[in-house]
């Protein structure tokens, strides 16, 4: 098939005495692709069970937006815009629980150690750089429950902290690592042994 100016394809194998015998036909989506432009497409049948499988797939994702049909692209997108706006309100008030956190915390031997439940690898390092923000000539370690362990962020001002951090990954078979002043992983083992371990390392 010949289309001037545009491109020349070979025969695909698939013979019709009359363009009619195509039935529906349509372009799903386009691509550049060596040089050229490849296209997806289907016909007859095929365009006809994709054809109806979208009109499924739009009336069920109309009724989960309670939106008309042709309406779904703008609730999708108000979705998404309430979804960003409780996140933030979500950050802000648990950026201030934190707050309430630190302002009840006190250095043990030049250690600060706080277990958290449910707190983000973001969240842990946010915290984190709270702490020592608070607390900067002493070892803040902050560890979060996970399924077999903790996650947890470490912050010190020891020039040795990467060295000790493999240390102690060694200990409570864990993983992770940083710089700048804090490392971040998980430890696979039981809380008193992730405070044990940490204390021993960072006390004074």
């Known amino acids: 098939?010949?289309?001037?100016?545009?491109?020349?394809?070979?025969?695909?194998?698939?013979?019709?005495?009359?363009?009619?015998?195509?039935?529906?036909?349509?372009?799903?989506?386009?691509?550049k692709h060596r040089g050229g432009t490849r296209v997806r497409f289907v016909a007859g049948e095929r365009a006809r069970r994709d054809y109806d499988w979208r009109v499924k797939e739009i009336a069920k994702v109309s009724a989960l937006f309670s939106a008309k049909p042709n309406e779904i692209a703008k609730a999708a997108e108000n979705f998404i815009e309430e979804g960003k706006v409780n996140d933030q309100k979500t950050a802000q008030r648990t950026d201030r629980y934190l707050q309430f956190v630190a302002?009840?915390?006190?250095?043990?031997?030049?250690?600060?150690?706080?277990?958290?439940?449910?707190?983000?690898?973001?969240?842990?390092?946010?915290?984190?750089?709270?702490?020592?923000?608070?607390?900067?000539?002493?070892a803040v370690g902050v560890f979060s429950s996970i399924d077999g362990g903790f996650n947890y962020v470490i912050a010190s001002s020891d020039p040795e902290l990467t060295k000790i951090s493999k240390s102690l990954n060694g200990q409570l078979n864990g993983r992770g690592g940083g710089r700048d002043g804090m490392v971040q992983g998980t430890y696979r083992a039981d809380k008193s042994a992730v405070e044990g371990a940490f204390r021993e390392t960072f006390s004074k």
């Open 1 to 31: 098939m010949t289309v001037p100016g545009c491109d020349r394809c070979a025969c695909c194998g698939t013979h019709v005495r009359r363009s009619g015998e195509i039935g529906m036909f349509k372009i799903l989506d386009a691509s």
């Open 103 to 138: 302002a009840g915390l006190k250095p043990e031997n030049g250690v600060v150690t706080v277990f958290e439940e449910d707190l983000t690898p973001f969240e842990l390092k946010h915290f984190a750089g709270m702490l020592k923000e608070k607390f900067p000539s002493d």
